[in-house]
């Protein structure tokens, strides 16, 4: 949409372009400032100590939102801004607005773009009802360490998910909702060493290229209007100061046409991180490295005229920047209607978005285990005693996750009575047991309460204010009060169904024989109890796949399915010594990237290849069939693994790249079909040439990264 091949885009750069030639230096440097205002500050009598006005200092807001108080900052905009130039505001809505959606990590578990793209819509709609004209969203950062805790807000660890859940997520923001997006956090912000948050790595470019910038093309691709430019340093440079990410990179490979924004306050960051010696330093590293606008701050109004005056900064990037911005303010319509009004853009809460957020809730949990007491249907448990118990069964503000914008927990749908609903004939026995404020849990109580039960659901989790920003952790385990709690539960003799809601993966492994079942919920938002009761109810069938490893133990971390070979590969000999192993612990995760069961069982059969060689411009097609050999009908979605088995530089030890999500009844079968290219098989090489190297590639589709299915091998001429 933003990009030079739209012709609408590129009529709006031509208007921009046209007024920017009208502008004096002073009025084009507003338009890339950024500030977080509110009335006291924004209004032409109020001067910052420094003898700098606000009101008029900027092009566009932070965290602004209100028809009124937004009509209110634009009428002194107009009156203050040098050339009368409008303002709009952007707002992190990260997974829904005042409808809060499952988080992002969750959504990706549904391996559909399509109810990404429907969350976006509803989320970037909803927001436009408070005057919010742009988002920063959706975060595309591959997520391969647990510890870091924005693993929430992505889309996962594997690149060909996010890819597709990054273009869906664009199109629901832009194309749905006409907001401005913004592909965050550019780049490789997740790769920070030991999880820790704002922290830098090592990166090689082969490493960056294959797998943390493949989701950002596809947001580009899709017309993401911006992108933010990130914390993090990378071998040495920060990001928002780094002319190689920024612009080489982002506007020189990646084809970006929009604008980019910087993380709060990074440019000025530059110099804690050491690379810049004041702020002047600092402004010239970053705006010189391509960050068109400041998120935050002064700065560039400040030291950008005298890096002009001084040459060090052309006025040509100047007018490139803010003919950028500009054109985006055309495609949003405020340059020719200023002021912002909710009239007809819908209702917030409304039923078709409760209804998207429940159905986006229940397709993303991801049933990790089950002995065959889930589903509980209700007609079979009619005159038994179902326990209740845990933090989260009536909890409505943690489930609504990290960034929950506008959120409303009033509005929850809260587990208790969801199930209270579901089960009208059966004794629901609610006891909270443990709190997530510790002074109001009661766990012996609670025992002596639920001894008598047929069945126990046990809520548990991690708060939400445990994921997010700034919330890197070293050890993974549930809260150790929810783990005694959990031994007196097991301890009782009932079976316990296990529900955890958590924005990244916690570790599971001394539940996995304990518990009946484990049934991974994440965030799941506004509509918590109702997906719950769906799933548990057996009326929705669970078939999330969980797009992120599951370790066994926090000192695994990070660990990712799409790893290196190594020179001594664990292949699981016992007694083998000297292979790549943890003495204390099994290597591979607890459970893969793509696991997830159903209520009912699948069987992949009858793989096959067409061919065993693929020639240059060729195709070879994988297949194989996959049958519901279980009782209830179910989803599942078959992923087509590829591994490069010899490469100029080291290569995974398999690749998603494809998958195939259906619905089958009992007894029913579906072939599932792939077919390969020679596009599918190219990677960076050691030359940092995009190519397929020829040799051999072997290939499997399979429920899961670890499932252990046919292999079929071919060669690439
Ligand atoms: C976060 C961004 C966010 C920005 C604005 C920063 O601290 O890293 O993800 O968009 O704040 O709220």
Redesign the pocket.
Known sequence: MYTLDNPKYKEARRRAADLVKKMSLKSKIVQLTMFMVDENTYNPEHVEEDGEMLAGRCGTL??ATGIDRLNKYQKTSLECTPDSIPLISGC?VIHGYATTMPIPLALSCTLEPKIVRDCSAVAGKEATVEGVSWT?AP?VDIARDARWGRVAESFGEDKYVASKMAEASVRGFQEDAGILSCL??YVAYSACEGGRDYNGCEMSDQTLFNTFLPPFKAGIDAGAATV?SS?NEINGVPCSGSRKMLTDILRGVLGFDGFVVS??DSVNELQNHGYAKDEKDAVLKGYGAGVDVL?LGNLYNRHLPALVAEGKISEEQIDASVERILAAKYMLGVMDEPFFTSEGKGGWLTEEYREIARNAAKRSFVLLENDGILPLIPSEWAGKKIGLTGPVSNEGDSVLGCWASAKNPAKTVLIKDAMEKAYPDSEIVFTNGVCFKREHSNPEESLEILKDCDVIVACMGEHARESG?ATSKTCLDLPRDQIEYLKGLFSLGVPVVLLVSAGRPLIMTDFVNRAAAILYIWDPGTECGNAVCDVLTGDYNPAGKTTISFPHRSGQCPVYYDHKMTGRPTIGIPNRTFESKYIDCPVGPLYPFGYGKSYTTFEYTDAEISSDTMERGGSVTVSCTVTNTGKYAGEEAAQLYVRDVVGSITRPVCELKGYDKFCLEPGESHRVSFTLTEDDLAFWNADMEYVAESGDFICRIAPDSGAEVKKLKFTLE
Do not use: I
């Open positions: 932070l965290a992190d920063f975060m965050k956090h933010m914390f993380d709060y998120m920003e």
